[in-house]
C-alpha cells in the first residue's frame, strides 16, 4: 500500500511540474512575430502586416517561416462597402507582399496558393 502511495504522489509531482510548461508553450502560440495580425489558417499561421504603401501576409508553422517561393496569395478586401482583390507575390522566405494599403476597420479574406500544401484561407479586421 505504501508503494502505491509512493507512486501516486510521485505522478501528481510530475504532472504539476508539467503543467507549467504546457501552458507557457500554449501562451507563445498564436503570437504576432511581425507587428501585424495573427490568424490560423488550416496548418499554418498567417500574419496580415498593414505599413504605409505595403500589405505583407506572412506564412509560419508552429513559429517557423515556411517558404512561399512559387506561391501567391489574394486578399479579398471589404472597406466602407466597397470590395476590391489584391493580388500578392512572393517577396521573401515566407513573405508575400503587395503595393496597397489598408484602412482601420477594413475586412479582409486572405486565400494563399503554396506548391505542394493545401490551399490556405484566414479572415481578418484590420486594426
Not at 498593414?50 to 489574394?74: C, D, I, S
Not at 470590395?83 to 512572393?90: D, F, M
Amino acid at each position: 500500500m505504501k508503494k502505491l502511495h509512493t507512486l501516486a504522489s510521485s505522478l501528481l509531482l510530475a504532472a504539476a511540474l508539467a503543467a507549467p510548461a504546457a501552458v507557457m508553450a500554449h501562451a507563445e502560440h498564436g503570437q504576432p512575430q511581425y507587428g501585424g495580425i495573427f490568424a490560423e489558417a488550416g496548418e499554418a499561421q498567417l500574419e496580415l502586416v498593414n505599413q504605409a504603401g505595403k500589405v505583407a501576409l506572412y506564412v509560419t508553422q508552429h513559429g517557423a517561416p515556411v517558404p512561399v517561393q512559387g506561391g501567391k496569395a489574394r486578399l479579398t478586401v471589404l472597406e466602407g462597402g466597397a470590395k476590391r482583390e489584391l493580388q500578392l507575390a512572393p517577396a521573401a522566405e515566407n513573405r508575400l507582399e503587395a503595393a496597397a494599403s489598408l484602412t482601420p476597420g477594413a475586412k479582409v479574406v486572405a486565400a494563399v496558393e503554396l506548391p505542394g500544401r493545401k490551399p490556405l484561407q484566414a479572415r481578418f479586421e484590420v486594426k
